[in-house]
């Protein structure tokens, strides 16, 4: 089957950096859309950005001109650089990929068991 396993959440001061990674592994054909998610405490889960198969991008408002997404394709790997971190982005991240599992015809979404992000001084 697919497995995505997210690492490189931690706690980080105010105005600190993150860089968040998602490698995607088993029986994969191809990775159509990747993204990053996050949930706060008594909070919806959020779309944070979104990356397509050809590169292009979009982010949640709040996180625009801080955040970038990015991705390799050799390693079916997502990454999230985290800049000017702040208290509100504080969540557990969630990685998210749209793709077609070896043999089969139609798209599956996975999802990673999710990383802690905490910013606070």
């Known amino acids: 089957q697919v497995q995505l396993v997210e690492s490189g959440g931690g706690l980080v001061q105010p105005g600190g950096s993150l860089r968040l990674s998602c490698a995607a592994s088993g029986s994969i054909f191809s990775i159509n859309n990747m993204g990053w998610y996050r949930q706060a405490p008594g909070k919806e889960r959020e779309l944070v950005a979104h990356?397509?198969?050809?590169?292009?991008?979009n982010y949640a408002d709040s996180v625009k001109g801080r955040f970038t997404i990015s991705r390799d394709n050799a390693k079916n790997t997502v990454y999230l650089q985290m800049n000017n971190l702040k208290p509100e982005d504080t969540a557990v991240y969630y990685c998210n990929a749209d793709l077609f599992v070896t043999g089969n015809y139609y798209r599956t979404e996975y999802w990673g068991q999710g990383t802690q992000v905490t910013v606070s001084s």
């Open positions: 990356i397509t198969s050809g590169n292009s991008r």
